[in-house]
């Protein structure tokens, strides 16, 4: 039916009004991108959380002071989707991994504690006051040690380690894209280049808050664009998955 939206919600289809899904826009309009379209399902994501592991002490707190004290604390990925990161880097068994987009070092503190002692995080973050909140908690994890905070451009990053080809190129086996979206085509392109064969690329908000099926601003347009490519590149596989915000999960071939 035009202008509505059927879901699929315990085996029951439920037609979501127009207006109720013009409102879920709005307020998307409203507020921070990071914030998913999809709260009609807020139930079974709750559920889905709530029979998942539990948060630690110091990553609630984490959470908790994130959300007291920063206006944009709905760019933390959240428990489901840092789970799914710390299960990836688990069952991949990645030593060493690189974040883009640390912000308060929620995401980084999941991922970290699936690595082993010998292995390295290296996470990236521009904004000086976000990397201080990150390394006050880093500091406080028994995983801390095994965390590289970079206060710099993500491009920048990449462009450096690319060119360090004949010495000592790094190479990852998990690259977690989480930094600014219209440059996530381009992040796309640089990290395939510094992963091993088997590795993973996972971006955060890979659906934009639904607004990947009619990208009209710039972030919409490049997000979509790298859904484009990835799934047209025959160098990767990879699914998308529609927890929270939508994670793209690519494995280099
Ligand atoms: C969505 S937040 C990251 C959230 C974090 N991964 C988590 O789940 O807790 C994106 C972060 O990327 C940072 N950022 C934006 N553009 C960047 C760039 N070009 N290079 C590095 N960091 C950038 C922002 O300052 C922001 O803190």
Same mark, same amino acid.
């Given at each position: 039916?035009?202008?509505?939206?059927?879901?699929?919600?315990?085996?029951?289809? #439920?037609?979501?009004?127009?207006?109720?899904? *013009?409102?879920?826009? !709005?307020?998307?309009? =409203? +507020?921070? /991108?990071? @914030?998913?379209?999809?709260?009609?399902?807020?139930?079974?994501?709750?559920?889905?959380?709530?029979?998942?592991?539990?948060?630690?002490?110091?990553?609630?707190?984490?959470?908790?002071?994130?959300?007291?004290?920063?206006?944009?604390?709905?760019? #933390?990925?959240?428990?489901?989707?840092?789970? *799914?990161?710390?299960? !990836?880097?688990?069952? =991949? +068994?990645? /030593?060493? @991994?690189?974040?883009?987009?640390?912000?308060?070092?929620?995401?980084?503190?999941?991922?970290?504690?699936?690595?082993?002692?010998?292995?390295?995080?290296?996470?990236?973050?521009?904004?000086?006051?976000?990397?201080?909140?990150?390394?006050?908690?880093?500091?406080?994890?028994?995983?801390?040690?095994?965390?590289?905070?970079?206060?710099?451009?993500?491009?920048?990053?990449?462009?450096?380690?690319?060119?360090?080809?004949?010495?000592?190129?790094?190479?990852?086996?998990?690259?977690?894209?989480?930094?600014?979206?219209?440059?996530?085509?381009?992040?796309?392109?640089?990290?395939?280049?510094?992963?091993?064969?088997?590795?993973?690329?996972?971006?955060?908000?890979?659906?934009?808050?639904?607004?990947?099926?009619?990208?009209?601003?710039?972030?919409?347009?490049?997000?979509?664009?790298?859904?484009?490519?990835?799934?047209?590149?025959?160098?990767?596989?990879?699914?998308?998955?529609?927890?929270?915000?939508?994670?793209?999960?690519?494995?280099?071939?």
């Amino acid at each position: 039916m035009a202008g509505s939206a059927y879901i699929n919600y315990n085996s029951k289809d #439920l037609l979501i009004a127009a207006s109720d899904y *013009a409102s879920n826009r !709005l307020m998307l309009e =409203s +507020q921070q /991108k990071d @914030i998913m379209i999809f709260n009609i399902n807020s139930e079974i994501e709750e559920y889905c959380k709530n029979h998942s592991e539990q948060e630690e002490e110091l990553l609630k707190n984490l959470s908790l002071e994130t959300t007291a004290n920063l206006p944009e604390y709905r760019m #933390l990925c959240g428990s489901l989707v840092g789970n *799914a990161l710390r299960m !990836l880097a688990s069952i =991949s +068994q990645a /030593k060493n @991994i690189l974040e883009l987009g640390t912000y308060t070092g929620y995401s980084a503190l999941h991922m970290v504690s699936a690595i082993p002692p010998e292995g390295q995080l290296i996470t990236c973050e521009i904004n000086k006051d976000s990397a201080n909140f990150a390394e006050k908690y880093f500091n406080k994890s028994s995983h801390g040690h095994k965390i590289k905070l970079i206060n710099d451009y993500a491009n920048n990053l990449l462009d450096e380690y690319i060119s360090n080809k004949n010495t000592s190129r790094p190479m990852f086996d998990m690259i977690f894209v989480d930094a600014d979206k219209t440059n996530y085509p381009v992040y796309y392109e640089k990290s395939l280049q510094l992963l091993h064969s088997g590795g993973l690329i996972v971006f955060d908000n890979a659906l934009w808050g639904g607004e990947v099926l009619e990208p009209l601003n710039p972030e919409a347009q490049a997000i979509d664009r790298l859904n484009s490519t990835i799934i047209n590149d025959n160098r990767v596989t990879n699914v998308l998955l529609y927890i929270r915000d939508g994670i793209n999960i690519v494995r280099k071939i």
